[in-house]
């Protein structure tokens, strides 16, 4: 494709986000196409893939909610932090109490294709978009995150654990703006992972990656969040997993056990970029090292 | 950065490349950047989707509206046939459809939509047939898709007792001498597709008037692309006018292929009177063009228990894709480099190239020569495996030395520079060390160091340049400038400020009073390709001496009249008109080729090199990273330091890729991932810390006091490198590529 190739669309930088909302609802309800643009990282790839010149009444219309004030800025209260869905990776990976407190969140920055779409991408993009693969997603799942999302309604808060329905697919409304997300910190200074294991070190597609993060009393886990990329229709939980980890000490934690709980939480594809097996291995691996690192005798 | 000096030295300096700014700053104009002519439209493939049929039929919709799109069929074209070796490619398909993505129809429209509608508004009726995908189903030959076998060429190297009357009494010869050997080992490895995946995807720009046809576009060799047009529009070739754009990047890869799209951007403005515009998204360039062809290679070896090589048994297979294009002479190149860089007093190499129902495979950088290389230098290591002795020492002790004969019985005389290449890489690397310590394992991570040695012919094999007799044209200019006219094109390796040099010194000018004229065959002459690592050795020897021809008249003119040399030089043009030097390259004489047995000078001479890689290999997830690769290398005499560390560089980055990322995922005859996300090349973040020597053991009769061609041997050692490499890290010992962490793992799972 090039540039002379991307359909013609309307554009528009609302004022306010009641002003967004307002739009959206009343386009939604009239089934016209209505696109809300952030960093555009997903959005330009759409344009690329999607079936081409499908015959439209009304152009669609780009809604640029990348520089609502609602939407950006990253504050911490206590020990919640607020990210504004329209904050880049690069805003992430530069914050203070980010760094302080939530350093996976940083790391997984890194890991973001590369500079330019870490300067761009949003974590509101990544997870409309809700693809298998999305590594934001993956880390806001382990630390069970919560949506703040606003319609003409008002605003709807949803946890982690209601979002995601099927591929792509969320129990977000299609006039719901995410506006935020909202993460309970653990103490600063508990344990976390973040490893990706994509196809090269920059511009890289998750072939599987996990998200963890831990508190420890002693030999226990008290809280034990986990998410993992690429493994199932959707972001993979690891409830198993999970459950596992947190019901004994980490001394009585075994390699069987945790396989076999990887094995069932966990639901590889072959695909172009990798394979079932492979998929299935790494996840095991990954998640044993985590467990191990943690004090797991495995 | 070193800067031009004023001195008459240039050469051996990195001096800035002259192309440099412009491509910084962006004022270098691709062929999709220049501005549309008047009238100008859009053009467009239509391609098959099935990897084989029967063309019934091309049926447009009568409902769309016609009345501003043209669209060629086969029966357009004068001469349905694009010239390459062979002229059974058509440039449309006529009747039968032997690949995937096989060009059928061309479109063009003023309106870009538009076009995209009416490609949706043509049926291409094609009745599908059972293809043929890979290289053992066509040589089976059950179904014969290309001549009688499926075979497009065979070759055979002899040497010793591997070297009788005929192929069977040389079989039985070198079975006998194998027989005979203390130590006998077997294998069989295997390399798959490339892309060459150049930034700048093909595209031409075509217009007609009264002089003929005009076509401005992406490419490595204009005559090449001349050749072809001349031909399937039969016309004279005066008629016929090629011009390179700024071209961004080949690998071989805009050596074939750019003479398909001109001629269809050519026949689309032929039809439709306009000017026309093809540029290729990315998606479409990495389904239809040429890519490296997969080749399979057994091997067997006779050795004494101490190492030393003996006898060498080789069977190559090659797929060539559906159609011959340049298969004869990369199977050539490929077999000619089978025995690596090491002595062997018997040897039989055969070689065999096979048609398959996929895109036709073609030139890219090494042309051959990795995949063979990749097979005897994994062969060594079985080798050493097998006799448990280090592999470089093994390497070392078998390396041919000047006055030691090749496989095709050449004996190695000038420029030598394999033992150099192998202590320095040594030297620099701690190989040695590292290897006595054995991997070192640090957690779940394992760091190993593996070593390659290879050499690579540089110029055309055999006789081809004393039948090309390349040419280049050297002008004099007012005020003491001079200006190069070469087919040979700067497609980002540099040779545009390299033949800048070359030309400074010969002349005794300063580097920034010599032109390089844009190459179009309108204007230079015809230098032969841009392939074979032969543009510094060979083209840029007559470069040499045309050059020193135009200064040695100014020189003349300077004793007799006085003056400077831009005043001597002004004084000679304002009489004389025009002052130029044609010359034809003449190899040494003394390089003796015989075509029809293979024996003799297979190159005139080799560039050598040493290389070294230091892997850490995840044991969890099977993931190299590559930690350091040492590369030494004979360049006989770097021009331009800098730009030939580049090559090497870039060259063993790519190699790197295609041993451990790279992959054409094909799904019955279909590219599954043509893109660059899902196509994975190396990033500048995946790229190792590079330490390269240049070893300079000059080649007399190459330019600027001794270079050698090394323009693709750094895409020959990478891959067997790093193999071993992993090998030492982990034992996981991998015979084919690539060794993606999949693999890597299924190879740890059976092992
Ligand atoms: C080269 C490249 C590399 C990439 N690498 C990675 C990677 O390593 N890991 C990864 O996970 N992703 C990667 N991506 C994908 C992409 O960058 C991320 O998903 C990014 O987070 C998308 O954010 P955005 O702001 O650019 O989204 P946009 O493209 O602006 O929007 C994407 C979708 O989200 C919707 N949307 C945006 N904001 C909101 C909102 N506030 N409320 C409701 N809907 C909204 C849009 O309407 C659109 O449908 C890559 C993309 C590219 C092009």
Redesign the interface.
């Known amino acids: ?2 540039v ?2 991307l ?1 013609l669309f309307e554009m528009r930088r609302p004022a306010d986000l009641p002003d967004v909302c307002a739009v959206l609802a009343e386009r939604v309800s009239r089934s016209e196409p209505t696109v809300l643009l952030a960093g555009g990282t997903d959005w330009l ?1 759409e344009q690329e893939t999607r079936p ?2 499908a015959k439209e009444a009304a152009l669609p219309l780009v809604l640029d909610v990348s520089r609502l004030p609602a939407l950006r800025g990253i504050t911490l209260d206590g020990d919640r932090l607020r990210i504004g869905a329209a904050a880049t990776y690069l805003d992430m990976r530069r914050d203070p109490a980010v760094l302080a407190r939530a350093p996976m969140l940083e790391r997984m920055g890194r890991d973001i294709g ?1 500079i330019q779409i870490q300067a761009r991408g949003t974590l509101g993009g990544n997870l409309a978009t809700a693809s298998p693969a999305a590594d934001g997603v993956t880390a806001l799942a382990a630390y069970d995150a919560t949506l703040v999302v606003h319609s003409v309604r008002g605003e709807r808060r949803i946890p982690f654990a209601s979002l995601q329905t099927a591929y792509k697919r969320s129990t977000r409304a299609a006039d719901e703006v995410i506006v935020a997300v909202e993460i309970d910190l653990p103490p600063a200074g508990s344990p976390w992972i973040w490893r990706k ?1 994509g ?7 998750s ?1 599987v990656a996990l998200a963890g993060v831990a508190v420890r009393e002693g030999d226990r886990l008290t809280r034990l969040g986990l998410g993992m990329a690429s493994v199932a229709p959707v972001t993979a939980l690891l409830s198993r997993v999970r459950t596992l980890a947190t019901s004994r000490p980490l001394r009585d934690l075994t390699a069987a056990d945790i396989d076999a709980a990887v094995d069932a939480d966990v639901s590889p594809i072959d695909d ?4 079932r ?2 998929r299935a ?2 996840a095991r ?2 998640v044993r ?1 985590f467990l191990r690192d943690l004090g797991a005798p495995v | 950065m070193a800067t031009s000096p004023p001195s008459t030295h240039s050469v051996g300096v990195s001096v800035p490349r002259t192309d440099g700014t412009a491509k910084v700053t962006g004022s270098a104009r691709y062929i999709d950047d220049l501005p549309g002519m008047p009238g100008e439209i859009f053009g467009r493939t239509l391609r098959s989707t099935v990897p084989r049929g029967v063309l019934r039929g091309i049926r447009l919709d009568p409902s769309f509206d016609w009345s501003d799109v043209t669209v060629v069929e086969a029966r357009d074209i004068p001469v349905n046939a694009i010239l390459m070796i062979s002229e059974e490619q058509p440039v449309l398909a006529e009747g039968k459809i032997l690949h995937a993505y096989e060009p059928v129809a061309l479109i063009a429209c003023p309106d870009r939509l538009k076009l995209d509608r009416a490609a949706r508004a043509i049926t291409l009726d094609i009745e599908p047939l059972p293809a043929i995908l890979d290289i053992d189903t066509a040589l089976a030959g059950k179904d014969v898709i290309w001549g009688e076998d499926n075979v497009f060429k065979r070759y055979l190297i002899t040497k010793g007792r591997g070297d009788a009357e005929g192929r069977a009494a040389s079989e039985a010869g070198i079975d006998a001498a194998l027989a005979a050997c203390d130590v006998v080992v077997s294998g069989r490895y295997e390399t798959h597709h490339q892309e060459q995946l150049y930034i700048e995807p093909q595209g031409f720009v075509a217009f007609w008037d009264d002089a003929g046809v005009h076509v401005t576009g992406s490419l490595q060799c204009p005559y090449y692309v001349h050749k072809v047009l001349k031909r399937a529009l039969d016309l004279s070739s005066e008629r016929v006018h090629v011009t390179q754009a700024v071209t961004g990047g080949g690998f071989g890869g805009k050596e074939e292929y750019p003479s398909i799209i001109a001629l269809h951007a050519a026949l689309l403005a032929r039809k439709s009177r306009r000017p026309v515009r093809m540029i290729y998204d990315r998606t479409e360039d990495i389904e239809a063009t040429t890519k490296r062809h997969p080749a399979i290679v057994e091997i067997t070896t006779g050795c004494d228990r101490d190492g030393t090589l003996r006898a060498l048994k080789a069977r190559i297979l090659m797929d060539g894709g559906a159609y011959m294009t340049l298969t004869p002479v990369v199977l050539s190149r490929g077999t000619l480099h089978a025995a690596g860089a090491y002595r062997w007093q018997d040897a039989f190499i055969e070689s065999v190239a096979v048609a398959t129902n996929t895109p036709p495979n073609g030139a890219f950088r090494g042309f051959g020569a990795p995949q063979t290389i990749w097979a005897i230098e994994r062969h060594m290591d079985r080798i050493a495996r097998a006799i448990g002795k280090d592999p470089v020492a093994l390497r070392a002790q078998n390396l041919l030395r000047s006055g030691d004969t090749t496989a095709t019985g050449q004996t190695l005389g000038l420029s030598v520079g394999g033992h150099a290449c192998l202590e320095a890489a040594l030297a620099e690397s701690g190989y040695h060390e590292k290897r006595a310590a054995g991997p070192a394992v640090n957690g779940r991570v394992a760091r190993g160091i593996g070593a390659s040695v290879f050499m690579h012919g540089a110029g055309f094999t055999g006789s081809g340049e004393r039948m090309l007799k390349g040419k280049v044209a050297i002008d004099l200019l007012p005020g003491g400038r001079l200006q190069i006219r070469t087919a040979s094109t700067d497609i980002g390796q540099g040779t545009e400020t390299v033949f800048r040099q070359i030309a400074a010194d010969a002349a005794g000018i300063p580097v920034t009073h010599v032109d390089f004229a844009v190459p179009s065959t309108t204007v230079v002459p015809d230098s032969g390709p841009t392939v074979a690592s032969r543009t510094v050795m060979v083209v840029g020897a007559i470069v040499e001496g045309a050059s020193r021809e135009i200064a040695e008249r100014v020189l003349a003119e300077q004793a007799a009249g006085g003056g400077s040399f831009t005043e001597a030089g002004d004084r000679l043009l304002s009489r004389e008109r025009e002052v130029s030097c044609l010359k034809v390259y003449e190899p040494p004489s003394f390089i003796q080729w015989d075509d029809t047995t293979y024996k003799g000078d297979a190159y005139p001479c080799f560039a050598w090199a040493c290389d070294i890689a230091e892997v850490e290999v995840d044991l969890d997830t099977f993931e190299v990273t590559v930690k350091n690769f040492w590369s030494a290398t004979d360049v006989g005499k770097a021009i331009h330091p800098v730009m030939c560390k580049g090559q090497i560089e870039g060259g063993t980055l790519q190699a790197i890729g295609w041993a451990l990322c790279e992959e054409v995922v094909w799904k019955e005859g279909l590219i599954k991932n043509p893109r660059m996300t899902n196509y994975i090349i190396p990033t500048s973040l995946d790229a190792p810390p590079f330490h390269t020597t240049l070893i300079e053991e000059p080649w007399p009769y190459g330019p600027g006091g001794g270079a050698k061609g090394i323009g693709e041997l750094p895409m020959d050692g990478g891959a067997p490198a790093l193999a071993a490499a992993i090998e030492h890290a982990t034992g996981l010992i991998a015979d084919s590529l690539p060794m993606t962490p999949e693999r890597l793992h299924t190879l740890a799972r059976t092992a």
């Not at chain 1, 196809?199 to 597609?205: C, G, K, N």
């Not at chain 1, 172009?272 to 394979?275: A, L, V």
């Open positions: 494709m090039s002379s190739d359909r790839v081409a010149f590369a294991v196809t090269r070190r920059a511009q890289s597609i072939k172009i970029r990798s394979t097996d492979y291995h790494c691996s990954v090292a």
